[in-house]
Protein backbone atom coordinates (compact mmCIF):
# COMPACT_ATOMS: atom_id res chain seq x y z
CA UNK A 1 0.00 0.00 0.00
CA UNK A 2 1.36 3.28 -0.65
CA UNK A 3 -0.14 5.33 2.53
CA UNK A 4 -2.20 7.70 2.51
CA UNK A 5 -2.45 10.14 0.45
CA UNK A 6 -3.50 13.88 -0.31
CA UNK A 7 -4.23 15.95 -2.95
CA UNK A 8 -2.27 18.48 -4.58
CA UNK A 9 0.26 18.70 -2.67
CA UNK A 10 0.09 22.23 -2.87
CA UNK A 11 -2.62 24.98 -3.64
CA UNK A 12 -2.53 28.29 -3.89
CA UNK A 13 -5.68 30.57 -4.33
CA UNK A 14 -7.66 33.28 -4.36
CA UNK A 15 -9.63 34.79 -1.42
CA UNK A 16 -13.56 33.77 -2.19
CA UNK A 17 -12.54 30.82 -4.47
CA UNK A 18 -13.54 27.06 -3.50
CA UNK A 19 -11.20 24.57 -2.67
CA UNK A 20 -11.34 20.81 -2.49
CA UNK A 21 -8.79 18.81 -0.37
CA UNK A 22 -9.17 15.11 -1.12
CA UNK A 23 -7.31 11.98 0.75
CA UNK A 24 -7.49 8.29 -0.05
CA UNK A 25 -7.05 6.28 3.13
CA UNK A 26 -4.91 3.12 3.77
CA UNK A 27 -7.31 0.51 2.30
CA UNK A 28 -8.82 -1.26 4.92
CA UNK A 29 -8.89 1.29 7.25
CA UNK A 30 -12.29 2.70 9.00
CA UNK A 31 -11.46 5.67 10.21
CA UNK A 32 -10.04 9.04 8.42
CA UNK A 33 -9.30 11.85 10.86
CA UNK A 34 -8.30 15.77 8.70
CA UNK A 35 -6.33 18.13 10.22
CA UNK A 36 -5.20 21.32 10.05
CA UNK A 37 -1.56 22.37 11.04
CA UNK A 38 -0.52 25.87 11.50
CA UNK A 39 2.27 27.79 13.52
CA UNK A 40 0.09 29.38 15.95
CA UNK A 41 -2.27 26.53 16.78
CA UNK A 42 -0.41 23.46 15.90
CA UNK A 43 -2.41 20.12 14.95
CA UNK A 44 -6.03 21.00 15.14
CA UNK A 45 -8.28 17.98 14.69
CA UNK A 46 -11.26 19.56 12.27
CA UNK A 47 -13.59 16.54 11.83
CA UNK A 48 -12.90 12.67 11.64
CA UNK A 49 -15.05 9.61 10.37
CA UNK A 50 -15.62 6.00 11.05
CA UNK A 51 -17.02 3.51 8.37
CA UNK A 52 -17.12 6.54 6.26
CA UNK A 53 -19.62 8.35 9.20
CA UNK A 54 -18.53 11.66 10.68
CA UNK A 55 -18.45 11.19 14.27
CA UNK A 56 -17.45 14.53 15.52
CA UNK A 57 -17.22 17.63 13.58
CA UNK A 58 -16.70 20.14 16.52
CA UNK A 59 -13.48 21.25 15.30
CA UNK A 60 -14.50 22.38 12.26
CA UNK A 61 -14.02 26.28 11.99
CA UNK A 62 -16.89 27.41 10.55
CA UNK A 63 -19.75 26.56 8.09
CA UNK A 64 -17.18 27.40 5.38
CA UNK A 65 -15.52 24.19 5.92
CA UNK A 66 -17.42 21.00 4.72
CA UNK A 67 -15.95 17.21 4.58
CA UNK A 68 -17.23 13.71 2.87
CA UNK A 69 -16.78 10.64 2.77
CA UNK A 70 -18.36 9.01 0.05
CA UNK A 71 -17.16 6.01 0.37
CA UNK A 72 -14.04 3.73 2.30
CA UNK A 73 -11.62 5.03 -0.10
CA UNK A 74 -11.62 8.91 -0.65
CA UNK A 75 -12.97 11.42 1.64
CA UNK A 76 -12.63 15.50 0.44
CA UNK A 77 -12.37 18.62 2.76
CA UNK A 78 -14.24 21.61 1.32
CA UNK A 79 -13.60 25.17 1.26
CA UNK A 80 -15.84 27.90 0.55
CA UNK A 81 -15.13 30.28 0.54
CA UNK A 82 -11.64 30.56 1.19
CA UNK A 83 -9.79 33.54 3.24
CA UNK A 84 -6.16 34.02 3.87
CA UNK A 85 -6.63 32.82 7.55
CA UNK A 86 -7.24 29.01 6.11
CA UNK A 87 -3.81 28.90 5.15
CA UNK A 88 -1.96 26.07 6.58
CA UNK A 89 -1.11 22.48 6.38
CA UNK A 90 -4.30 19.97 5.54
CA UNK A 91 -3.23 16.69 7.15
CA UNK A 92 -5.39 13.22 6.57
CA UNK A 93 -4.80 10.25 8.37
CA UNK A 94 -6.10 7.28 8.94
CA UNK A 95 -6.52 4.22 11.37
CA UNK A 96 -7.63 0.75 11.83
CA UNK A 97 -9.44 0.38 14.65
CA UNK A 98 -7.72 -1.97 17.05
CA UNK A 99 -4.78 -1.25 16.04
CA UNK A 100 -2.73 1.92 17.62
CA UNK A 101 -0.90 3.82 15.18
CA UNK A 102 -2.64 6.66 12.78
CA UNK A 103 -0.82 7.06 9.34
CA UNK A 104 -0.36 10.26 7.81
CA UNK A 105 -0.48 11.17 4.35
CA UNK A 106 2.21 14.17 3.28
CA UNK A 107 -0.43 16.74 3.74
CA UNK A 108 -1.49 19.74 1.27
CA UNK A 109 -0.02 23.19 1.84
CA UNK A 110 -2.54 25.81 1.30
CA UNK A 111 -2.14 29.42 0.40
CA UNK A 112 -5.19 31.55 0.16
CA UNK A 113 -4.23 35.25 -1.43
CA UNK B 1 -13.37 16.95 27.02
CA UNK B 2 -9.62 15.85 25.81
CA UNK B 3 -6.49 18.18 25.87
CA UNK B 4 -3.08 17.85 25.59
CA UNK B 5 -0.93 20.50 26.73
CA UNK B 6 2.87 21.16 25.41
CA UNK B 7 4.03 23.89 27.01
CA UNK B 8 7.35 24.64 25.56
CA UNK B 9 7.21 25.72 21.51
CA UNK B 10 10.64 25.78 21.37
CA UNK B 11 13.50 23.35 23.05
CA UNK B 12 17.34 24.36 21.81
CA UNK B 13 19.90 21.97 23.63
CA UNK B 14 23.26 20.70 22.23
CA UNK B 15 24.33 17.77 20.73
CA UNK B 16 24.97 15.30 23.77
CA UNK B 17 22.70 17.25 26.31
CA UNK B 18 19.51 15.36 27.92
CA UNK B 19 16.56 16.66 26.85
CA UNK B 20 13.10 16.42 27.97
CA UNK B 21 9.92 17.32 25.87
CA UNK B 22 7.48 18.18 28.39
CA UNK B 23 3.45 16.67 27.80
CA UNK B 24 0.71 17.56 30.04
CA UNK B 25 -2.96 16.17 29.64
CA UNK B 26 -6.51 16.11 30.46
CA UNK B 27 -8.83 13.61 30.26
CA UNK B 28 -11.61 11.94 32.73
CA UNK B 29 -11.11 8.47 31.47
CA UNK B 30 -7.97 6.02 30.88
CA UNK B 31 -6.36 7.44 28.03
CA UNK B 32 -4.13 6.35 25.11
CA UNK B 33 -1.05 8.22 24.78
CA UNK B 34 1.40 8.35 22.05
CA UNK B 35 3.89 10.54 20.88
CA UNK B 36 4.44 11.76 16.85
CA UNK B 37 7.59 13.25 15.07
CA UNK B 38 7.76 15.16 11.90
CA UNK B 39 11.19 15.76 10.30
CA UNK B 40 11.75 18.36 7.82
CA UNK B 41 9.27 18.15 4.97
CA UNK B 42 8.09 14.32 5.83
CA UNK B 43 4.65 13.36 7.28
CA UNK B 44 4.07 12.72 10.67
CA UNK B 45 4.82 9.44 11.84
CA UNK B 46 4.55 7.60 15.43
CA UNK B 47 7.62 7.85 17.43
CA UNK B 48 6.48 5.94 20.71
CA UNK B 49 3.08 4.67 22.37
CA UNK B 50 2.55 4.67 26.74
CA UNK B 51 1.30 1.10 26.22
CA UNK B 52 4.34 -0.50 24.86
CA UNK B 53 6.88 0.74 27.20
CA UNK B 54 9.22 1.13 24.98
CA UNK B 55 12.54 2.92 23.70
CA UNK B 56 13.03 4.14 20.24
CA UNK B 57 15.77 5.63 18.57
CA UNK B 58 16.76 6.42 22.24
CA UNK B 59 13.87 8.35 23.66
CA UNK B 60 11.03 6.91 26.48
CA UNK B 61 8.44 8.21 27.86
CA UNK B 62 6.27 7.30 31.06
CA UNK B 63 2.68 7.80 31.75
CA UNK B 64 2.63 9.26 35.07
CA UNK B 65 -1.10 9.14 35.51
CA UNK B 66 -0.88 10.78 39.12
CA UNK B 67 0.72 14.33 37.39
CA UNK B 68 -1.34 13.39 34.18
CA UNK B 69 2.20 14.03 32.59
CA UNK B 70 3.75 12.07 29.16
CA UNK B 71 7.15 13.30 29.17
CA UNK B 72 9.45 12.45 26.36
CA UNK B 73 13.31 11.69 27.48
CA UNK B 74 16.54 10.90 25.85
CA UNK B 75 19.84 10.79 28.27
CA UNK B 76 22.11 12.01 25.06
CA UNK B 77 20.66 14.59 22.14
CA UNK B 78 21.46 13.89 18.18
CA UNK B 79 21.41 16.43 15.31
CA UNK B 80 18.84 13.88 13.57
CA UNK B 81 16.61 14.26 16.32
CA UNK B 82 15.57 18.13 15.21
CA UNK B 83 12.34 17.54 14.53
CA UNK B 84 8.51 19.10 15.49
CA UNK B 85 7.47 16.61 18.14
CA UNK B 86 3.52 16.01 18.87
CA UNK B 87 2.41 14.62 22.22
CA UNK B 88 -1.37 13.23 21.05
CA UNK B 89 -3.76 11.50 23.35
CA UNK B 90 -6.59 8.95 22.04
CA UNK B 91 -9.84 8.50 24.60
CA UNK B 92 -10.77 5.00 25.79
CA UNK B 93 -13.75 2.94 25.03
CA UNK B 94 -16.18 2.37 22.57
CA UNK B 95 -16.52 4.98 19.38
CA UNK B 96 -14.09 7.22 21.00
CA UNK B 97 -11.22 7.00 18.61
CA UNK B 98 -10.87 10.74 18.53
CA UNK B 99 -6.90 11.50 18.45
CA UNK B 100 -6.14 14.79 19.79
CA UNK B 101 -2.63 16.75 19.41
CA UNK B 102 -0.66 19.13 21.51
CA UNK B 103 0.29 22.16 19.27
CA UNK B 104 4.10 20.43 19.03
CA UNK B 105 7.26 21.10 20.52
CA UNK B 106 9.95 22.23 18.06
CA UNK B 107 13.38 20.61 18.71
CA UNK B 108 16.76 21.71 17.57
CA UNK B 109 20.11 20.21 18.22
CA UNK B 110 23.09 22.04 18.39
CA UNK B 111 25.94 20.50 17.38
Known amino acids: DAGVIQSPRHEVTEMGQEVTLRCKPISGHDYLFWYRQTMMRGLELLIYFNNNVPIDDSGMPEDRFSAKMPNASFSTLKIQPSEPRDSAVYFCASNLQGYTEAFFGQGTRLTVV | AQRVTQPEKLLSVFKGAPVELKCNYSYSGSPELFWYVQYSRQRLQLLLRHISRESIKGFTADLNKGETSFHLKKPFAQEEDSAMYYC?????????????FGKGTLLTVNP
Open chain 2, 88 to 100: ALRGSGGSNYKLT
